[in-house]
Each structure stands twice: as C-alpha cells, then as structure tokens.
C-alpha cells in the first residue's frame, strides 16, 4: 500500500526534482488531489469494506453516512444475517440529507442496527504525512500526478529542459489515461447493476 509520501517521492523523481527544489511537497499533494479528482469526474468509485452499522428504530429514518455515493446492500437483525429487499427501503431527503426510510414490514429486522454495503468517491483530500493511497488508485494517481507536475516544471524551465518535462509529461499522461480506461472496466470500480445512487451526493 503505498503512502502519500511515497506518491511524493515518486513524483520527484520521475519529473527529476529528487530533491523538491522545483516543487515543493505542497505543491504535489495539490496535483495529487487533482489526479484524484479525475477519477471522480470519470465515475470511479470504491467499495466500503468496513460497512456502516447504523442505529435505527422501528420504522424511522436514518441518516446516509457522509462517505456513501451508492448503496447496494442493507443488511439488519440479528448479526445481520438478514438482507432486506430493495423494495422494502427507500430514499428520502429530510433537510438537505439523505435518509434511508424502511417499510413497515421491515419492523423486526430494523429495529436494532443495520448495515450499509455500498460505494464511496476516491478519495480527494489527501493530506502530507504516512496517510494511505486507495488501494487500486496507486498507479494512476503516480502517473497522473507526475503529468500534471512535469508540466507546471516545464513552464519554468527552458532550453532542452523544458522540452524534457513536456516530453515526461505527455508519457504520463498517455499512461495515466490507459490505466484510466483499465479501471473502467473493473467492476469493483463502477456501481453494481442494483446499486442505488444516494439523492445529493
């Protein structure tokens, strides 16, 4: 699992600025979070491993937690060992929020917690320090990342050095792109076919 540091190191290396004299460290997690963005904007998206287990009462609402883009699954009861069905739940927005709301026959199996399965957005707010990459996104956000910094380099440089970055940079991108279309096609990385997009996310 590579860390943001790792992205850092990995950027300034392959733009040739090993030591950030160019582009400092600050300036790459702007780019990083850039790259990550790209991947929102091109509909990826991950899955929740660690599901919610959410409090709810007996036929009320419950709030959608903040990291879910899509549910798929909704498990309840007893160990939640019991999935209820797509039709027994809804959306309804309640001030400005997403909520889940259960039918009344789901009384007995929402009467304690439930569990959401679902998707989240890449994350895109990475911070400087040993805070992980999603798992997945390493290779694409290394390349893309290092694209988006070899231009602004280029920008700065001049002669045959600038042409170098330019150079280095349109590589990247090209490879950023293809592992792009890569993640398109696998299925963790897209909505399953009965996912339900969450209202306002």
């Known amino acids: ?30 780019l990083l979070n850039a790259a990550a963005n790209d991947l929102g904007f091109a509909g990826i998206i991950t899955g929740i491993t660690d599901n919610e287990a959410l409090s709810a009462g007996a036929g009320t ?9 899509y549910i798929h699954d909704i498990w309840g009861g007893t160990g939640f060992a019991t999935w209820i069905p797509h039709s027994h739940w809804s959306f309804q927005i309640v001030s400005s929020a997403p909520n889940i709301l259960f039918d009344s026959e789901q009384q007995d199996v929402t009467s304690g917690s439930v569990q959401l399965n679902g998707h989240r957005r890449p994350t895109n707010t990475y911070t400087l320090g040993s805070g992980t990459i999603d798992v997945g996104f390493e290779a694409f956000l290394r390349m893309r990342t290092s694209a988006y910094a070899a231009q602004q380099l280029a920008q700065i440089a001049e002669g045959a050095a600038s042409s170098n970055l330019e150079n280095i940079s349109v590589k990247a991108m090209q490879s950023s792109n293809e ?11 897209r909505p399953q076919r009965y996912s339900r997009a969450v209202p306002l996310r």
């Open 61 to 69: 609402l419950i709030i959608v937690p903040a990291s879910f883009t």
């Open 1 to 30: 699992m590579a860390s943001v540091n790792d992205i850092v190191q990995e950027v300034s290396e392959q733009t040739g600025d090993v030591e950030l004299e160019r582009i400092t460290k600050e300036q790459v997690l702007i």
């Open 179 to 189: 592992m792009l279309g890569l993640l398109n096609q696998q299925p963790h990385f």
